[in-house]
């Protein structure tokens, strides 16, 4: 992938190159392209926003990112070495470097367990210290998501949702990770304890210096706290640009079409944008395991030309520094 302008300064702690995760179609001779030659990089300290319709290989992605799905194909290297086919042995020295909060908090957390040690297990696997060491880390991570440590002994379905949240991302940063990928991780949540956890990650990534990947389908959460943002359509990438330069004008006409569905709180005037003229998509999403021939969004698109259907677009760069995946973008 050529260097994208709209990045932040950095050393590239995340790469995947060509990523593609395919699954068997029982009974017939099909597979399904959940991830399909996904090219991207994150930059250590910033986040990259994930979004796309539900289906479109989001969660996928996160997950082989972090080796937690084993890949199909491509290349993944986090932190200057290659992970893609590491052994579990091997990969298990790197796991404490990149850690996963999921997306439901009550189904991420085993009810039999205490909170406490819920947090505790990946410091008791990675060997940490001795129990003394590890209550005392436990209790440390608890204050730092705002939990208070009188709770350790109290069971998942004794915290509301957004403390089960918070028991989660403090699982996941008991490692000392330099990367958290989040999927979805505010999509169960009440708006207003939304903003709290969000208000959570930001805090949490000036602290600790934190890369993360925020996976999610609200277009709001991800223009509140990502620097870059990569669309997604059917296991692929159509998108990739700075947050601000996407919101302004959308280069791919899914993106556009997904920008015209947030809804306006105001007139537009506020931060000097116009009202989005609401674009309605017809037909349906095809599927993953009969993707259309060249471009994989022409069945829906407004702007579709004879050549869509031949030849699917790369995703290259524009003239701006962001890339499309697109024969004829909408900006430059």
């Given at each position: 992938m050529t260097v994208d302008?709209?990045?932040?300064?950095?050393?590239?702690?995340?790469?995947?190159?060509?990523?593609?995760?395919?699954y068997p179609v029982?009974?017939?001779r099909q597979?399904?392209?959940?991830?399909?030659?996904?090219?991207?990089?994150?930059?250590?300290?910033?986040t990259l926003g994930v979004v796309g319709?539900?289906?479109?290989?989001?969660?996928t992605l996160g997950r082989c990112l972090v080796r937690l799905t084993e890949l199909t194909g491509g290349r993944v290297e986090f932190d200057g070495q290659d992970i893609s086919t590491l052994s579990n042995r091997r990969l298990r020295r790197v796991r404490p470097g990149m850690q996963l909060v999921f997306q439901d908090p009550q189904a991420s957390l085993n009810p039999r367990r205490r909170a406490g040690d819920i947090v505790a297990e990946p410091l008791l696997v990675h060997r940490y210290g001795d129990k003394h060491a590890v209550r005392r880390k436990v209790g440390e991570l608890f204050?730092?998501?705002?939990?208070?440590?009188?709770?350790?002994?109290?069971?998942?379905?004794?915290?509301?949702?957004?403390?089960?949240?918070?028991?989660?991302?403090a699982r996941a940063l008991a490692t000392n990770p330099k990367l958290v990928v989040a999927d979805e991780p505010v999509s169960a949540l009440d708006v207003s304890i939304q903003a709290q956890v969000l208000n959570l990650f930001a805090d949490l990534q000036e602290e600790f210096g934190l890369t993360y990947v925020f996976i999610a389908h609200d277009l709001g959460v991800v223009r509140h706290v990502s620097d870059r943002i990569a669309v997604m359509y059917l296991g692929g990438i159509v998108e990739l640009a700075g947050t601000d330069a996407l919101y302004a004008q959308p280069a791919h006409p899914y993106t556009q079409a997904l920008l015209s569905a947030v809804p306006d709180i105001d007139d537009g005037t506020v931060g000097g944008e116009r009202p989005r003229e609401r674009i309605v998509l017809t037909g349906e999403v095809p599927s993953p395991a009969d993707k259309p021939t060249g471009c994989p969004f022409r069945t829906r698109c407004p702007y579709v030309q004879e050549l869509c259907a031949v030849e699917r677009p790369p995703l290259t760069m524009t003239a701006s520094g962001r890339h499309v995946a697109c024969h004829y973008p909408l900006a430059g």
């Open positions: 302008e709209a990045a932040p300064p950095g050393e590239v702690l995340l790469r995947a190159t060509d990523l593609t995760k395919h029982r009974g017939r597979v399904l392209r959940a991830v399909d030659g996904v090219s991207l990089e994150v930059r250590g300290g910033e319709e539900s289906g479109c290989g989001k969660s204050d730092v998501v705002g939990l208070a440590a009188a709770h350790l002994d109290r069971y998942p379905h004794e915290f509301s949702g957004g403390q089960r949240q918070r028991i989660g991302i």
